[in-house]
């Protein structure tokens, strides 16, 4: 084997150039298919343990100084390829952000030969690949999560970056607690459904004073220039109480809406705010650890075979374990209901907890204590005499110590989720409030209520404005209709026709007026004794009326005596009746008409 690493070395020396060309991407030399046993890429350290026994290197922590580390990398979000097939120029991942500052403090270099692989194939493990890949390459760099099973097939674990610590990740408990919510009354509704709310009722006021300026009818109370109380009314009329008194057609139509429009809101506030309190108060299962939810036969969504799925499996073989083949439907199966809770790593929670696809309305979290307190990071093979391997898990523990007490770990950590995380669930502002208003009910769900009372409402206002240029038109038509008829009934005077005569009904005096035109006429024409005989009797008896009419205006005179009183009204009453009947009076002699008038006067 040492002679074929030799010629691959100057292979690699006389290939550096083309390489940095390639712009980082995976060196072909190096790349092979997955568990192929039949090729090893390790590098012979043995040289540089001599030097180091010998004490030609004084600190163990340069021992790799102007080594080119043949590493392998797993791809997921930690380690992450570009379009190109090179290394994400904008953030690479964590892990080769790591790798990075480990080639700077080492001086050493891995960027030009490293190579990548998938995630295992064909059923094999993740242990199965975390020993090919410790076996072929001289660092395998993922989280590696150490065990005594691990070590015992000759793995190698540095001083780790990743917390693999098993917990379980369930939903929520939303139930509410003992503090003093102000605004939990209107958790039934989200805040925009509230705003429409208040919008509707303003312009339902407003509205109905609209339908009041059309038509002052429209209303008992006359609240054509009130529009704050025709808001308070539409407001109570939102408490189901109500309080209109419409009239009118249009009126009715538009309260109706109102009405009916109130009524289905008030019965989803109470329906939404009864189901709060019921949730509230419904008890939840408590796992306060794996025991707990293994004993109570809860589904439990694993990621494939991981070291965590490995674990459980070994120390509670009847749990109720449901496989997921990717790491992110473990959480999609907790919040469908596949499974009950998932169990994962805090560092693979803490990752996940961000994303806004899996955890956008803060759903899960964190449920009861740690099953295993476990380290993760790179790993590399167990080899202190054949190829010497060993002593680069010696200096990468020195390194990454001296990371670790820097704060670069953490800084690189937060960095990490900073760039790939977008929801923070720890955020002071993410309230209770905030967590009811993701069950109450929105614009969508209660929009259809609001567009049928601003169709009815729109109808409403229609109505009126075609009822107001009816009632308009009708009244012109009917002025014009009356006019006609009194026209013709001065043709059916002159025509001695009768019949018309005993139903006639003009307003506004026009049969008086009638009755002194005629009477003109026919004082100059040649009438007949019939038509004379006619045209007086109609006016003896609106002569009678008017004496009616001029009696009880005279009723009113305050005089001090009241038998005196009376005779002078009687007297000037029948002095009128007679000056009335004497100007509609039809004479033969027009002069002696005026002579008949005088007389009356002059005896007044």
Not at 147 to 159: A, D
Not at 283 to 291: F, R
Not at 563 to 568: I, Q, T, Y
Request: with cysteine; net charge negative; charged share 20%.
């Amino acid at each position: 084997m040492r002679p074929m690493m030799t010629l691959l070395d100057v292979v690699l020396l006389l290939s550096l150039p083309i390489i940095n060309d390639a712009q980082e991407q995976p060196n072909k030399m190096y790349q092979t298919n997955q568990f192929n046993t039949t090729v090893s890429f390790r590098q012979n350290i043995c040289g540089i343990q001599e030097r180091y026994d010998t004490g030609e290197i004084p600190n163990l922590e340069n021992a790799l100084k102007g080594t080119e580390l043949r590493t392998v990398n797993v791809i997921s979000q930690y380690f992450r390829l570009g379009e190109t097939g090179a290394l994400d120029e904008e953030y690479p991942g964590l892990v080769a952000v790591l790798l990075d500052e480990l080639a700077r403090l080492g001086e050493f270099t891995w960027r030009n030969t490293y190579a990548v692989t998938p995630a295992p194939i064909n059923g094999k493990t993740w242990t199965n690949l975390l020993q090919w890949t410790t076996e072929t390459y001289d660092v395998s760099t993922d989280w590696w999560a150490s065990s005594l099973v691990r070590m015992s097939l000759g793995v190698n674990f540095p001083e780790g970056w990743y917390d693999a610590s098993i917990i379980m990740v369930g939903k929520k408990n939303k139930s509410s607690s003992d503090v003093f919510q102000m605004w939990v009354w209107l958790a039934p509704f989200d805040r925009w459904t509230w705003c429409l709310i208040v919008v509707t009722i303003v312009l339902s006021g407003y509205t109905y004073c609209l339908l009041e300026m059309i038509d002052t009818k429209s209303d008992r109370d006359q609240l054509q220039n009130s529009p704050l109380e025709t808001i308070f009314l539409a407001a109570i009329t939102f408490t189901t109480h109500f309080e209109f008194k419409p009239r009118t057609h249009p009126a009715r139509l538009f309260t109706f809406s109102v009405s009916f429009w109130a009524m289905i809101m008030a019965a989803a506030y109470t329906a939404n705010l009864a189901s709060f309190l019921v949730v509230k108060h419904t008890p939840h299962l408590q796992l306060s650890s794996v025991e707990d939810a293994v004993r109570n036969r809860v589904r439990i969504c694993v990621y494939g075979n991981t070291q965590a799925a490995e674990a459980l499996k070994r120390v509670h073989p009847n749990a109720r374990v449901i496989p997921k083949v990717k790491e992110e439907e473990i959480f999609e199966g907790v919040l469908q209901g596949d499974c009950v809770v998932a169990l994962t790593t805090v560092s693979s929670w803490e990752f996940w907890e961000r994303d806004a696809n899996i955890n956008g309305e803060c759903n899960l979290e964190w449920i009861g204590r740690k099953f295993r307190n476990v380290a993760a990071g790179f790993a590399t093979r167990a080899d202190s005499g054949t190829l010497c391997s060993s002593l680069i898990k010696d200096v990468l523990n020195i390194l990454f110590l001296k990371m670790k007490e820097e704060g670069f770990i953490e800084q690189a950590w937060n960095n990490h989720l900073a760039k790939t995380g977008i929801i923070d669930c720890q955020d002071p502002n993410l309230s209770k409030e905030d967590e009811i208003e993701d069950a109450a009910m929105n614009v969508k769900n209660m929009g259809g209520i609001f567009m049928l009372h601003l169709i009815l409402s729109a109808a409403a206002i229609i109505s009126a404005l075609i009822h107001k240029w009816y009632d308009k038109f009708k009244s012109q038509r009917d002025k014009l209709a009356k006019g006609h008829t009194c026209v013709n009934t001065q043709n059916d005077i002159l025509e001695s026709n009768l019949d018309p005569l005993s139903s006639l009904n003009c307003v506004g005096g026009t049969l008086a007026e009638l009755a002194l035109v005629s009477g003109s006429r026919g004082s100059d024409s040649n009438m007949n004794g019939k038509k004379m005989e006619i045209i007086n009797t109609i006016n003896e008896q609106l002569a009678a009326q008017l004496a009616a009419l001029v009696e009880i205006s005279y009723q009113s005179k305050i005089v001090p005596d009241q038998s005196g009183r009376k005779n002078a009204t009687v007297q000037i009453a029948n002095d009128d009746v007679k000056q009335i009947h004497c100007q509609s009076k039809i004479v033969p002699d027009h002069s002696g008409r005026e002579r008949e008038c005088n007389n009356i006067d002059s005896q007044r």
